[in-house]
T-cell receptor, first 113, second 111 residues
Framework: GENVEQHPSTLSVQEGDSAVIKCTYSDSASNYFPWYKQELGKGPQLIIDIRSNVGEKKDQRIAVTLNKTAKHFSLHITETQPEDSAVYFCAASPLNAGNMLTFGGGTRLMVKP | SAVISQKPSRDICQRGTSLTIQCQVD?????MFWYRQQPGQSLTLIAT?????????ESGFVIDKFPISRPNLTFSTLTVSNMSPEDSSIYLC????????FGSGTRLTVV
């Protein structure tokens, strides 16, 4: 089955700096890679996703890059703000009916004002 | 994306008792997924629930401990049975509809 590894487990940055979180996956059949933000006491919220036919996707301050050959993908947050502080999870899935997500271990991001 | 209503949002339960968690979706979906998130950990899939058939459980999870119902295409329940303190976790339901959406979770504490 799929195995997703995520690094780092914790990340502390100064407000305004960039943050990068990296994930690797094992199953070459995976073709859908979402990123979730989880704030304390809440369920994971999808912030951005990418499919395998695209190498990069950007949404305002958030971007995701995918290298299918190397089986890794990354989340980039620019101009970080204190409200970006949360736990971020990457995940991978073959996006066919009935295929569930396999999650990375999570990254606790702390943005210091 | 789908809107999911999950309840209860939290509960404190005595060991040996059972708790049923409900998940309501605002649209019909084929598959519903139940996850467990232990304190400070990532999400682990418990089972996949199809309407009209038995749920499919992942390794390490069994129907006697986590019975699931899926009576229609917008609703599912997960029961945590004969609870022990080790069952203290956040339980989340999820559906796939233009991406995977999660409910807000049920924070369970077993004392």
């Amino acid at each position: 089955g799929e195995n997703v590894e995520q690094h780092p487990s914790t990340l502390s940055v100064q407000e305004g700096d960039s943050a990068v979180i990296k994930c690797t996956y094992s199953d070459s059949a995976s073709n859908y890679f979402p990123w979730y933000k989880q704030e304390l006491g809440k369920g994971p919220q999808l912030i951005i996703d990418i499919r395998s036919n695209v190498g990069e996707k950007k949404d305002q301050r958030i971007a995701v890059t995918l290298n299918k050959t190397a089986k890794h993908f990354s989340l980039h947050i620019t101009e970080t703000q204190p409200e970006d502080s949360a736990v971020y999870f990457c995940a991978a899935s073959p996006l066919n009916a009935g295929n569930m997500l396999t999650f990375g271990g999570g990254t606790r991001l702390m943005v210091k004002p | 994306s789908a809107v999911i209503s999950q309840k209860p949002s939290r509960d404190i339960c005595q060991r040996g008792t059972s708790l049923t968690i409900q998940c309501q979706v605002d649209s019909q979906v084929t598959m519903m997924f139940w996850y467990r998130q232990q304190p400070g950990q990532s999400l682990t899939l418990i089972a996949t629930a199809n309407q009209g058939s038995e749920a499919t459980y992942e390794s390490g999870f069994v129907i006697d401990k986590f019975p699931i119902s899926r009576p229609n295409l917008t609703f599912s329940t997960l029961t945590v049975s004969n609870m022990s303190p080790e069952d203290s976790s956040i339980y989340l339901c999820s559906v796939e509809r233009v991406g995977y959406t999660f409910g807000s979770g049920t924070r369970l504490t077993v004392v």
